[in-house]
């Protein structure tokens, strides 16, 4: 065997994500609790939401940015500027300021042919009541994503996400983000009413 080139560069680092195995998840109403590793969160939506901009209605449909607070992909919030999205971004403000675990990002709009249609965010900074910030890289997919916040533990009480890197839509210039939710801990096990 011969090798050559074998100095490593930044293309060939991994981006590994570890947690604790999921044991439960209950969904009650827009609330989800789960229980990882023994300890208890729950992802919820309860935040006020600010977007630089919004596309306006077409056809019936609406894209404010309120559409990030449903769970259950019913919308989703579109930029209106011009361009591709890069730069675009949302302000987040908790109704109770927490210490938060992670946020959940559901990015573009639907799944299948719609989901590619529209462009998508590939990469977004995260800061935390203007002094904590992070970078995350985002795959393109529609299922949920989530982004751990470590280092921090102060309660949040506003969040800037403003997005940096983008996929270009296979029809539509506007970028889609389809849900945000955040992540926070309890300190016990929730009491929790069944849903129908």
């Not at 573009?108 to 990469?123: I, T, V």
């Not at 506007?174 to 939710?181: K, L, P, Q, W």
Request: net charge negative; aromatic share 12%.
């Amino acid at each position: 065997w011969e090798f050559e080139n074998l100095e490593p560069t930044f293309a060939d680092d991994l981006i590994i994500q570890v947690e604790p195995e999921l044991f439960t998840i209950v969904r009650d109403d827009d609330r989800i609790y789960s229980e990882r590793g023994g300890k208890w969160e729950i992802q919820h939506s309860n935040y006020q939401v600010k977007a630089s901009s919004t596309l306006p209605e077409a056809n019936g449909k609406t894209y404010e940015a309120d559409h990030l607070r449903t769970m259950w992909g019913e919308g989703a919030w579109s930029e209106g500027a011009k361009g591709n999205g890069v730069g675009e971004w949302l302000e987040i403000s908790p109704d109770v300021p927490t210490v938060l675990r992670a946020v959940v990002l559901s990015s573009g709009y639907g799944y299948g042919d719609l989901f590619s249609f529209n462009a998508r965010p590939k990469r977004m900074t995260l800061v935390l009541n203007g002094e904590k910030s992070y970078d995350f890289p985002i795959m393109d997919q529609p299922d949920p994503q989530r982004f751990f916040l470590p280092d921090y533990s102060k309660p949040v009480s506003k969040m800037k996400i403003t997005f940096t890197e983008v996929y270009p839509g296979s029809k539509y210039e506007d970028m889609c983000v389809s849900g945000f939710s955040l992540v926070s801990g309890l300190s016990k096990k929730p009491a929790i009413t069944p849903s129908r």
